[in-house]
């Protein structure tokens, strides 16, 4: 099994951008969901499964500098960091830093309604599943033959990783549940299985909707009252990994299922 594709986004909601490699970390990807929008209107985290327009944005983050790339104009400029705001994120309060610049009028004006751009305080405060997530072909493969479109490459599922999978049955990650794998120089332990909401129907890169992904999978893939895909991870073992990589599993395999909270959305 390989790694064959690697994609973040530093913007929390908008495109995932693949990536040659990435950095695993105990706290996650360091540069993963760096940002997040903040509605000043609800003072809570903006979430994509009510704002799937973030869907057709792109971000680049090198830092100090940002670039928002948006369907009505792109932005760029410097970070600097303004004052400190609590937002609310699926009943969780997290600490947030406004950011000055550029970017939160922007994103107002095509959202139509008021965001403020801010920068979380601590890893992994607006992802709510493990730092990590993965999908495997296998699974893809199946998915795309119940909902007939001609390719998935697992993009519209926002994983940190897609792992290859040649030969294995579909949704073979069940069985990775609760042990550890090993992607590269890095051990992830699988936390558990995944759940979905309806922003896996909507095109990767566009917003709109184009598949029903999660009645496709609901008949077999509910568990404890949601449809799940994919597996989530916390890192144990930092490491680089690149496209490419092996991933092995590090331990006796697992079948039971774990509890797992809402994915990041």
Same mark, same amino acid.
């Given at each position: 099994?390989?790694? *064959?594709?690697?994609?973040? =986004? +530093?913007?929390?909601?908008?495109? /995932?951008?693949?990536?040659?490699? *990435?950095?695993? =970390?105990?706290?996650?990807?360091?540069?993963? @969901?760096?940002?997040?929008?903040?509605?000043?209107?609800?003072?809570?985290?903006?979430?994509?499964?009510?704002?799937?327009?973030?869907?057709?944005?792109? !971000?680049?983050?090198? +830092?100090?500098?940002?670039?928002? /790339?948006?369907?009505?104009?792109?932005?760029?400029?410097?970070?600097?960091?303004?004052?400190?705001?609590?937002?609310? &994120?699926?009943? @969780?309060?997290?600490?947030?830093?406004?950011?000055?610049?550029?970017?939160?009028?922007?994103?107002?004006? &095509?959202?139509?309604?008021?965001?403020?751009?801010?920068?979380?305080?601590?890893?992994?405060?607006? #992802?709510?599943?493990?730092?990590?997530?993965?999908?495997?072909?296998?699974?893809?493969?199946?998915?795309? @033959?119940? =909902?007939?479109?001609?390719?998935?490459?697992?993009?519209?599922?926002? +994983?940190?990783? *897609?792992?290859?999978?040649?030969?294995?049955?579909?949704?073979?990650?069940?069985?990775? *549940?609760?042990?550890?794998?090993?992607?590269?120089?890095?051990?992830?332990?699988?936390?558990?299985?995944?759940?979905?909401?309806?922003?896996?129907?909507?095109?990767?890169?566009?917003?709109?909707?184009?598949?029903?992904?999660?009645? !496709?999978?609901?008949?077999?893939?509910?568990?404890?009252?949601? #449809?799940?895909?994919?597996?989530?991870?916390?890192?144990?073992?930092?490491?680089?990994?690149?496209?490419?990589?092996?991933?092995?599993?590090?331990?006796?395999?697992?079948?039971?299922?774990? +509890?797992?909270?809402?994915?990041?959305?």
């Amino acid at each position: 099994m390989r790694v *064959v594709r690697i994609a973040t =986004t +530093p913007v929390k909601g908008m495109a /995932h951008v693949p990536r040659r490699d *990435v950095a695993l =970390t105990v706290d996650g990807v360091p540069d993963d @969901r760096v940002f997040c929008l903040f509605e000043t209107a609800t003072g809570r985290v903006a979430r994509t499964a009510e704002n799937p327009a973030l869907l057709a944005c792109r !971000a680049d983050w090198a +830092p100090p500098s940002l670039t928002v /790339h948006t369907p009505i104009g792109t932005v760029t400029g410097g970070v600097a960091e303004a004052g400190p705001v609590t937002g609310d &994120y699926w009943g @969780r309060r997290v600490g947030l830093n406004v950011v000055d610049g550029p970017w939160s009028a922007l994103l107002s004006r &095509y959202l139509g309604r008021e965001v403020r751009l801010c920068r979380r305080r601590e890893p992994g405060a607006v #992802i709510w599943a493990g730092p990590v997530s993965l999908v495997t072909t296998s699974s893809l493969a199946e998915l795309a @033959r119940r =909902t007939g479109a001609p390719d998935e490459d697992g993009a519209r599922f926002r +994983p940190t990783l *897609v792992v290859d999978t040649p030969g294995r049955p579909p949704f073979c990650e069940d069985a990775w *549940v609760g042990v550890q794998l090993r992607v590269g120089p890095a051990v992830v332990t699988v936390r558990g299985a995944l759940p979905r909401c309806a922003v896996v129907d909507r095109e990767p890169g566009a917003g709109c909707r184009d598949h029903r992904v999660l009645a !496709a999978l609901a008949a077999d893939r509910t568990r404890a009252g949601e #449809i799940a895909f994919g597996v989530q991870g916390d890192v144990v073992n930092a490491g680089r990994v690149t496209v490419g990589a092996e991933v092995a599993l590090a331990q006796p395999s697992d079948t039971s299922w774990m +509890p797992a909270r809402p994915a990041s959305t």
